[in-house]
């Protein structure tokens, strides 16, 4: 514990309460479950591990879990800057409106937009209507899984570029536009590079969450085994059957990647303090 | 500003403009629209009917406790973190910080499984658990643990950085006053933050309602029992009673309605203590 | 090829931030356009520059009228207040910046632009900080590259917006110096704004006064200090004692509402004589209050009842030391070099 303090410092009361109480608040909601499903994931021993998580199926759910939230992603990076830059920069009725609705995926709960989505969708559906004759299929498709991923991870992207674009300096601007840049040399040269980090933070964030999404997706997927089964399913269906040991096995692949993201997201940030220091 | 002369109807800003409207319009209007509409389908009457009845009323209930019962765990979890971590001198903060990343990176499922896993039926503290006839997993109290695992973070991480910002002077000055530390919190330090406190609640109780995964997986499924509105709402579904599910949808869309408004509000207002 | 701005009118909704501007600048002048904050001279810098539209009157750079070019047609070079360099670029970047976005046919080659860029550099006594990055330079040296930047495009106009404001008083008259002698070297046509007429009294060939979106008064420093044109010129540009004249040719500082005023006159401090016994039939007598010494003057404040206020006197530090005055002391005044001006505005 002496090395989170090197000594207190000032008047004011409270750590050793405050710091306890949170210390054992995450050692028991947080730690102690983690260490859980890692100790059950190995429970049988490191070679049955190996097996559950290098299995056809589950390779095959990561593979799709994978793609689909990558390629969702991607569309939110180039959406979600889209739709900030078009927030923020400018001027049209309802912008408000649907500044405030960027979060609804936020607040809507993941099984309601899940429904939702796939009804939308369907043959029968409103959209669904009109694509399906031209042969896109978007139910019990990985494309449907896409589209579900796409709706659940856009505001994470809007939301990281928002602030610097709003905060972004008019008057370096200005100066471009006085020496000689077009708008497009402006935005291409000036910017773009600045917004960059922001964009990485909103994809990776979107990533990591379209990895482990669960609700949205289970409706519109029709979980079929090695073409639209995502990772999460796939540990469901292991705990329908009660078998605690291969979903906590590939819950801890899981888990290590979404570790890794934070990992990542953390560089990013490093990266960008270490850069653009003023 | 000036710095285009002419900006043509044809332009980039127009193309923009219609891209974003149709964005929301696929992502964001349809699925709404589409819950309404389908929770009227046949009707007001049998709207009502959907969501009058017991079942949904033992859902919204079981949805409301343990909603509560986590925000207001998360809320003192919250106090208490950011106040050792920004009223001193504190050199953990980067492994606190990534610990409170955690639960928003985990998939919901996984959530549900660490649980069973811990405290289910197989495990040696669910045989202690079912030695005493205390039931978490499949009961109430395994849906409150889930759910305050999922919103753990959110009031947490939107003190810190206000906090932070606003420093420890004023609490230094109440103190050497002769205040005491309760009455200094009470009466200096929550005032100041009460707009991001508030901000972090309603982003926690609109995640705590709405969680579904996880509550999935420990919840049992136990129909009047351990449903939540949104288990509910799967059930009905899977049940190809879609009237009925998305008119118990329509519910959950009221509320996420309301969360915005209410966000939305407390962000205009008071962007300045919000530190956004 | 210098500047004519003609009748030019700015509005901010309903307020009217220039009112029928009009004014030349020489090729080659070097001019202040001084005023105090919020009196519309950023306005029109911004405008001239394109950065701000202009609802009436024109522009004319070179002889050419402008108010429908945009910025990046206008051939000037813009030097910003807080810099505003590019901070994801380098110094050599930032200032090769104008040249590379130029279209294909202008573009200078490669070898050309870092040519240009390496003379710029050392013109603005930088050659060390091609590599660097802005948020390695210190304020100053940041506006130099700024400096350099803007002049890369080789403009007709050179146009600077309060831009050593941001910056240490020391720095601040280095840079100063340092800009004048560029100027010389350069003779570009130039129009720099400050709210500090000290500034604009040490650098401009002319300055421009600027209040409430009008021009005041257009003249050399000389012009403008000797020869104000109105009370807020006067007041603007130095310290200044006013009086007001009753028709009994007393001058008084307090004056009774009912009283009935000739006019107001205005005395520098520094012309404000002090001595032992009255020298002259206008003189007055008052009480020394308050002396503070200040570098390379003295300043002294006389409370006088005839004039019924405080009269404010800059008397040179080594006269003042030879006399021994003190406070507390009964002195006469004698108010040389006074400038009248209408009961309520201006020259007569």
Known sequence: MSKFFSKKTGIIPGFNLTFSYTTIYLLILLILPLIGILYTAFGNGFSSFKEIITSDRVIASYKISFMTALFAAIVNAVFGTIIAWTLVRYKFPFRKLLDALVDLPFALPTAVAGISLATLFSPEGWIGKIITPLHINAVNSQLGITIALIFIGFPFVVRNVQPVLEEFDKEVEEAAAILGANRFQVFKKVIFPNIVPSILTGFTLAFARALGEYGSVIFISGNIPFETEITPLLIMAQLDQFDYAGAAAIASALLGIALLSIFILNLIQYYNNKKFVR | MALQKKQGFFSVKTLLIILTFLFFFIMVFLPLALVIHEGFNKGVAVYLESIKNDEVKSAIKLTLIAASVSVILNTTFGLSTAWFMTKFKFKGKTLYNTLLDIPFSISPVIVGLMFVVLLGRNSKIGQILEAHDIKIIFALPGIILVTVFVTLPFIAKELIPLMQEQGKEEEEAALSLGASGWKTFLKVTLPNIKWGLLYGIILCSARAVGEFGAVSVVSGHIRGETNTIPLHVEILYNEYEFTAAFAVATILVAFAIVTLIVKTIIERKYSLELKK | ???????????????????????????????????????????????????????????????????????????????????????????????????????????????????????????????????????????????????????????????????????????????????????????????????????????????????????????????????????FVYSFIGNVNVFHKRYDGSLIQAAEDSEELKEKAYIRPHDVVISVAKERKDDVKGVISHIRSMRSYVYLEINSSEVNGLIEAEIDRNKFNESNFQVGDEIYVSLENVKFFGADSYSI
């Open chain 3, 1 to 231: 090829m210098g500047i004519q701005i003609k009748n030019l009118v700015k509005k901010f909704g309903d307020f009217l931030a220039l009112d029928n501007i009009s004014f030349d600048v020489k090729p080659g002048e070097l001019v202040a356009l001084l005023g105090p904050s919020g009196c519309g001279k950023t306005t029109l810098l911004r405008t001239i520059a394109g950065i701000e539209d202009s609802d009436g009157g024109e522009i004319l750079l070179k002889g050419r009228e402008t108010s429908d070019l945009n910025p990046s047609e206008r051939n000037v070079g813009f030097v910003f207040q807080h810099f505003a360099l590019f901070k994801n670029m380098t110094v050599f970047e930032n200032i090769a910046f104008g040249l590379n976005v130029k279209p294909k046919k202008e573009r200078l080659s490669k070898k050309e632009i870092e040519e240009r860029v390496t003379e710029l550099l050392s013109l603005v006594q930088m050659d060390w900080a091609a590599k660097r990055y802005p948020s390695q330079l210190s304020g100053g040296q940041r506006q130099r590259i700024a400096l350099a930047r803007a002049l890369a495009i080789r403009p007709s106009v050179l146009l600077l917006d309060e831009p050593f404001s941001a910056l240490d008083a020391k720095v601040r008259q280095e840079l100063r110096k340092w800009l004048r002698k560029l100027h010389e070297d350069l003779n570009i046509t130039t129009i720099f704004v400050t709210h500090d007429q000290e500034e604009a009294l040490e650098l401009a060939d002319k300055i421009v006064i600027v209040n409430h979106g009008k021009i005041e008064q257009i003249g050399t420093p000389e012009e403008v200090y000797e020869n104000p044109a109105s009370p």
